[in-house]
C-alpha cells in the first residue's frame, strides 16, 4: 500500500478552497487547508509533498508564499502550482522564474488539476 500524496491547497476564497480540496481528496489525496499565505507558510512545515496556490491573496501574495518556501532549506524543494485567475504571460513567467512546477489559470478543469498534482507530486 502507498501513501498518500499529501497536498497543502492555499486559496483564500473560502468556496474554492473548498471545491479544490473535495477534488483533490476524491481523488485519494490528502489535503491540508490553507486560508491565506501566512497560514500556508505555517502549514508548509509539515512537509506537504505539494502545494497548489493562489497568487492574488491578501497579506502574503503567492508570488512572497513561493519565495519564502525557496529561501528555506526544509521547504525549498516541495513542488508548487500556482492557481490563480492571473492569465496574463508576464504573471506566469514570473510564477515560473520563481520556481514553481506549473502555472494553472482559473477557471480551471479539475482533470488538469489532479493531472499536475500527480505529475509534480512524485
Known amino acids: 500500500m502507498h501513501t498518500p500524496i499529501t497536498v497543502l491547497v ?8 473548498q471545491n ?6 476524491l481523488c485519494g489525496f490528502t489535503v491540508l487547508q490553507a486560508s ?4 500556508g507558510l505555517v502549514l508548509a512545515s509539515e512537509l506537504p ?8 491573496m491578501e497579506g502574503l501574495n503567492g ?20 492557481l490563480t485567475a492571473w ?7 514570473k510564477g515560473m522564474a520563481l520556481g514553481a512546477q506549473a502555472y494553472l489559470t482559473k477557471p480551471f478543469v479539475a482533470r488538469d488539476l489532479v493531472k499536475a498534482v500527480n505529475e509534480f507530486s512524485r
Open 49 to 56: 509533498n505539494i502545494i497548489v496556490c493562489d497568487v492574488m
Open 63 to 82: 508570488f512572497d508564499v513561493i519565495t519564502q518556501l525557496r529561501s528555506n532549506p526544509a521547504t525549498q524543494h516541495i513542488p508548487f502550482i500556482f
Open 87 to 93: 492569465a496574463d504571460v508576464n504573471d506566469k513567467e
Open 20 to 25: 479544490i480540496s473535495s477534488i483533490l481528496g
Open 10 to 17: 492555499i486559496e483564500d476564497e473560502e468556496n474554492l478552497l
Open 36 to 39: 491565506n499565505g501566512e497560514q
